[in-house]
């Protein structure tokens, strides 16, 4: 089997995708016959090369992870090829370490204006065959026909089986167990619908601001950078319906139909569901943070969305009348990503007024620690009275699995090795999200929304605090 990692040189190899294929080597789950090729365009030698991938291994592993005479075997299954990208003849030096009957895996970590090219010389050395595969990035465009333009460019060679389209956030072990307790324990199945669900919350909130990415982020916005893909699949395993067979089709059928099942927005009433802000001034940590419009590569009158907050609704018979609140955003208060399941309340209290009643709540953390907690409602122990507490019944992944926790990619890229395309998005899926991303951004348009500004550090504008507060209800903000 050969990987081919285009991009080989770039940031994205270096501090995820070789430290993964590291750990599965070191863990003799690779195959002993693999072979993989770091491609990019500088003239490198495969010693400079391999001092490279020394020093990026140093610094994204652990200490107890780092075993230098494992790095030294690692290392001989790792080839470098110079290859620029816009040359055809460059290509030739693949097919010297290959054919079309060989497992061939192309990685392309690189960006997506690459894609068609890449194929294409592929196809033209006559080294895609049925055993091959090609990897694919998010984004996959920018909008709905830039990604018909990039799924087809890459269906002229490779059939849809064989095509791999990433979204990190779905080899998350949190994520994976979204499908675990639903569909594993009748007690949350029976459930998880609108009959005993209030509402849901999905968060994903960063600290960090735009690492060096100005002039991209400025074009994109937290709408098509991180609601288009993370988001939108979050609320997929969320939402779905329980597939026939975990390693089928059958899951990505159930997202599909989740997708198709969003409520339109209506541009009359876009201000009412949606919450756009851009943050400004502040501090984290104690350090004091520049504004967005201060950014480099950022135009000083830019109106590009950091954050992002809306209230959508799924049409079918599960989630009708259920809201589903989702928000992301850069500088804010915590490195936070998370799904709250809240519950309805008890039909009727049985309690004295002097007992407040708490809704159950389910929380599933997917970063920075990965876990599950379930708020539930207690007896307080006491000699006299009935008083009630809310206390929660904690998992922290790490507490039973910290030997064998596999990080998102380290998960995805065994399930390329091993052929299972369940964690990958399907075309339709991509086009579906971009469709409904699309019809969002024109309503945005057509209303004129305002941006609201956040101090960086907060949890974002108070407007989407107002946002989840026409239900009722408030954002989990709370600190563990």
Known sequence: MNLFIFGGTGDLAKRKLLPALYRHFKAERLSKDIKIYGIGSKELQASEYHEEIKVKLSDNLDSVEYDAAVINEFIKKISYIKIDFNKKNDFVNL???????????????????????????????????????????????????????????????????????????????????????????????????????????????????????????????????????????????????????????????????????????????????????????????????????????????????????????????????????????????????EIVIQFKSVPHNIFDSNNKQKDNQLVIRLQPEESIKLKIMIKKPSASGFSLQELPLDLLFDDYYEDDHLDAYERLLMDIIDNKPSLFMRRDEVENAWSYIDQLIHSISESEIKLSKYNAGSWGPSSSDLLIASHNAKWNNEED
């Open 95 to 337: 097919k010297k370490n290959t054919s079309n009957t060989d497992r061939n895996l192309y990685y392309l970590a690189v960006s997506p204006l690459f894609y068609k090219v890449i194929a294409e010389n592929l196809n033209d050395q006559d080294i895609i065959g049925p055993l091959s595969s090609i990897i694919v990035e998010k984004p996959i465009g920018n909008d709905l026909q830039s990604s018909i333009d990039i799924n087809e460019s890459l269906a002229l060679y490779f059939n849809e089986h064989q095509i791999f389209r990433i979204d990190h956030y779905l080899g998350k072990e949190a994520v994976q167990n979204l499908l675990a307790l639903r569909f594993g324990n009748i007690l949350f199945e029976k459930i998880w619908s609108n009959v005993a669900v209030d509402h849901i919350q999905i968060t994903v909130a960063e600290t960090l601001g735009l690492e060096n990415r100005g002039s991209y982020y400025d074009q994109t916005g937290a709408i098509k950078d991180m609601l288009q893909n993370h988001l939108l699949q979050i609320l997929c395993l969320v939402a779905m319906e329980p597939p026939t067979n975990i390693n089928s089709e059958s899951i990505r059928d159930e997202k599909l139909k989740v997708l198709r099942s969003l409520r339109p927005f209506k541009t009359n009433e876009t201000d009412e569901h949606l919450v756009i802000g851009q943050y400004k001034e502040g501090a984290i940590d104690a350090k004091a943070i520049t504004s967005y419009l201060d950014e480099n590569g950022v135009n000083p009158k830019s109106q590009t969305e950091t954050f992002v907050a809306l209230k959508l609704w799924i049409d079918n018979w599960r989630w009708s009348g259920v809201p589903f609140f989702l928000r992301t955003g850069k500088r804010m208060a915590e490195k936070r990503s």
